[in-house]
């Protein structure tokens, strides 16, 4: 199974993804992690197959340095004031209200459901990764 040719937003748990499907084991490796993502991300976004898609990273807190926040189709921001699953479930209510194909990438049941609730599709980091990698 491949991921979807149709335009599709992704939205992405990033501190979710790197700590529960990544697992780096200290916090030197959760940085060093976190590049090699969002630089596989960037080569994800390039490639001919995904070429119609965007990917949204949000990550949890406020702005830290973490390099280029656009990497192509890549944008990568941070959730300031409210949490990574709030702000992630009102972007992605807004875009799917708006007739957007969105979907949020996370192994978060909560957020999961939350989403779901909405209508909203969700993937598990696993099964994105595995989609993007077949």
């Known amino acids: 199974m491949k991921i979807s040719t149709k335009p599709t937003i992704y939205i992405i748990d990033g501190l979710n993804f790197i700590k529960s499907f990544l697992k780096p084991s200290t916090k030197e490796m959760l940085n060093q992690t976190e590049q090699e993502f969002f630089d596989w991300l960037e080569e ?3 490639s001919q197959e995904f070429s ?3 990917i949204r990273v949000i990550l949890d807190g406020h702005y830290r340095d973490v390099g280029n926040l656009h990497r192509g189709k890549v944008k990568i921001s941070f959730s300031d004031d409210l949490t990574a699953d709030d702000l992630i479930l009102e972007q992605a209510e807004y875009l799917f209200g708006n007739e957007e194909r969105v979907a949020v990438v996370t192994s978060d049941r909560e957020l999961a459901e939350r989403c ?4 909203v599709r969700v993937l598990s980091c696993k099964k994105f990764f595995n989609l993007t990698n077949d």
């Open 116 to 119: 779901e609730l909405e209508g």
């Open 44 to 46: 994800l976004s390039s």
């Open 52 to 54: 119609q898609n965007e």
